[in-house]
């Protein structure tokens, strides 16, 4: 048997044969494909089922990428006599867990999120038929907030939003996604709920940068979502650029954070090579914290 495919990412993926009684032929080993491979040549045994009357190709991705699009099957050529004899072939294809989001973000290890966060759990297919997403508090390895759910319609999505706010501390997320029988897992890394509000771990990279043919990122992380202001100057105080985010807008989200400047004044002029200063200015619940990054503009 020979299928064709593409793949966006590592993979392992195996194939069974099902007849209409149930009896089926599995491939003893998985194959591993890559975004470079396109095409792969099963041999079959003889204790296949005489008469097929589902193909199933399962996936399963190396790893849990920040996003990821399906495993696509372009084509599938059929050979060995018995098997032209097959009737109402099927394909179907177990999915797996492509993004797993925590208010939209994929959080870092030891990053803030907000003690009432959104749990977002993606797969690559609408084949989702059920799942599990579990809150644990790494200190005391107790069960912080749980959601399980049978869904009677499979889609591709399970979304989990915390209503009891979660006491400060570290969390962990774990999700289980049931595909049918198959099962795929995921886990966050460390997160951090913290009631007061902080800024924290302001950076800048690439630094220096060369503004002709790069833009740096500003970086910082909130423990709550804020309203940022962002002023550029240079070493003697000349104002180049400003920015105002709104909280709960992409760069005034709790956790980490990240804005470009281009290297650019407010008249749209690129800046002459030098130091300048960032100054991150960061509101929120009435709190102000502020924090300021040393750029290096070299062209």
């Known amino acids: 048997m020979t299928y064709s495919f593409k793949t966006d990412l590592p993979r392992k993926i195996q194939l069974t044969l099902k007849d209409a009684t149930g009896k089926e032929w599995q491939q003893p080993q998985a194959t591993h494909i890559t975004p470079s491979t396109n095409s792969i040549d099963i041999p079959l045994t003889n204790t296949f089922p005489d008469k097929i009357s589902e193909i199933i190709l399962t996936s399963e ?88 759910d049978v869904l009677t319609t499979p889609q591709d999505t399970a979304v989990f939003t915390i209503t009891s706010a979660l006491p400060d501390g570290k969390y962990q997320v774990f999700a289980t996604a049931n595909f049918g029988s198959e099962v795929a897992t995921a886990n966050s890394k460390i997160a951090i709920v913290q009631s007061s509000f902080e800024l924290t771990d302001c950076l800048n990279s690439p630094n220096p940068f060369n503004p002709n043919t790069q833009s740096t990122a500003i970086t910082y992380s909130l423990s709550k979502n804020a309203d940022i202001d962002l002023y550029i100057y240079t070493i003697n105080g000349e104002l180049q650029e400003k920015t105002h985010i709104n909280a709960g807008e992409s760069g005034g989200t709790a956790g980490y954070n990240s804005t470009l400047w281009d290297g650019k004044n407010q008249f749209n002029e690129t800046v002459s090579n030098g130091i300048y200063i960032a100054y991150i200015i960061a509101k929120s619940e009435g709190k102000v914290k502020k924090g300021k990054v040393k750029i290096w503009v070299r062209k």
């Not at 797996?96 to 977002?120: A, M, Q, R």
């Open 61 to 148: 991705l190396d790893t849990i990428p920040i996003q990821a699009t399906p495993f696509t099957l372009t084509s599938l050529i059929l050979y060995d006599d018995p098997l032209l004899s097959a009737q109402n072939i099927t394909i179907s294809s177990v999915g797996t867990i492509s993004s797993f989001t925590i208010d939209g973000k994929t959080i870092l290890d030891n990053d803030f999120i907000k003690n009432t966060p959104e749990i977002t759990l993606r797969t690559t297919s609408a084949n989702l038929s059920g799942y599990t997403i579990r809150i644990i508090n790494t200190a005391t390895q107790e069960i912080a907030a749980e959601k399980s």
